[in-house]
């Protein structure tokens, strides 16, 4: 049997020799390609291996991280194993539940509910736990990134540089002096990003999400389209307030 996987962390010809290297040592590895290129791997086996059991053999190689390829239907007949919408997405609503906990405790505490002061706490907690799973492995979500981008397409660098912009716009969210020009830079960035997402699902094209960085595997979506659109009108009518003052 032969199946299509996707690689994520590779930079080099150097790293396609590695993993391949690595692949090849698993007793029931036949054959193993690895392109650079695409980011893919195409491995023969004489039985089923599970992923995680590669992904363990390329670890010796650096910090590689191996997916199903959503394109591969050799994947899925093999498995028919259903997956719900929220089996997908869950780790996503459960980020949202507990940052909509946390701001709306917090604004009670305060004494009373000031909606653009929790616009900016609930922008905050997103960005800072969006960033943080990017930063567990940034090559990883770099290549992922890459994949959709407009502007990690052009500028790969800038697929490495995103987890700290996102980083940085948690951080000037929570300075009240620094909370419009955090707007202005959330409208910017965001509103690039979200080009990117609208372009591949109006393509169908299937890629993984590379909101959660390479910790989950979760498809570009509608659901990515929210979690963009919904900074965009936040920081929207963050400034809209504050020029209304």
Same mark, same amino acid.
């Given at each position: 049997?032969?199946?299509?996987y996707?690689?994520l962390?590779m ?6 020799a590695?993993?391949?290297s690595?692949l ?7 054959s193993?390609e690895v ?11 004489q039985?089923? /291996?599970?992923?995680?059991d ?8 650096g ?23 929220f ?5 996503v609503?459960? /980020? ?6 946390i ?32 930063l ?9 990134y890459?994949?959709y ?46 080009a990117?997402?609208?372009?591949s ?30 900074m /965009? ?13």
């Amino acid at each position: 049997m032969t199946h299509t996987y996707q690689i994520l962390g590779m930079t080099c010809d150097g790293c396609t020799a590695k993993v391949k290297s690595e692949l090849l040592k698993l007793p029931d590895v036949l054959s193993a390609e690895v392109y650079l290129e695409t980011g893919k791997a195409t491995v023969s086996m004489q039985k089923h /291996i599970a992923t995680a059991d590669l992904q363990k053999a390329i670890s010796n190689a650096g910090k590689y991280t191996i997916l199903e390829d959503l394109t591969d239907a050799s994947h899925y007949q093999k498995q028919e194993v259903k997956v719900t919408w929220f089996q997908t997405y869950k780790p996503v609503i459960l /980020i949202y539940i507990y940052i909509t906990v946390i701001t709306l405790t917090n604004e009670y505490l305060q004494g009373g509910f000031q909606f653009n002061d929790w616009m900016r706490h609930f922008m905050a907690g997103f960005f800072l736990a969006f960033s943080f799973f990017k930063l567990l492995n940034v090559s990883a979500f770099a290549a992922s990134y890459a994949g959709y981008d407009i502007v990690a397409k052009k500028i790969p660098a800038y697929g490495y540089i995103y987890p700290f912009i996102e980083l940085a716009l948690a951080i000037f969210l929570l300075i009240p002096s620094l909370d419009f020009y955090a707007n202005i830079a959330t409208l910017v960035v965001m509103s690039v990003s979200i080009a990117g997402v609208i372009q591949s699902v109006l393509n169908k094209k299937q890629v993984q999400c590379a909101c959660l960085g390479s910790a989950f595997n979760l498809p570009v979506g509608w659901v990515t389209i929210f979690e963009d659109g919904l900074m /965009i009108i936040m920081s929207s009518a963050s400034l809209l307030m504050a020029t209304l003052k």
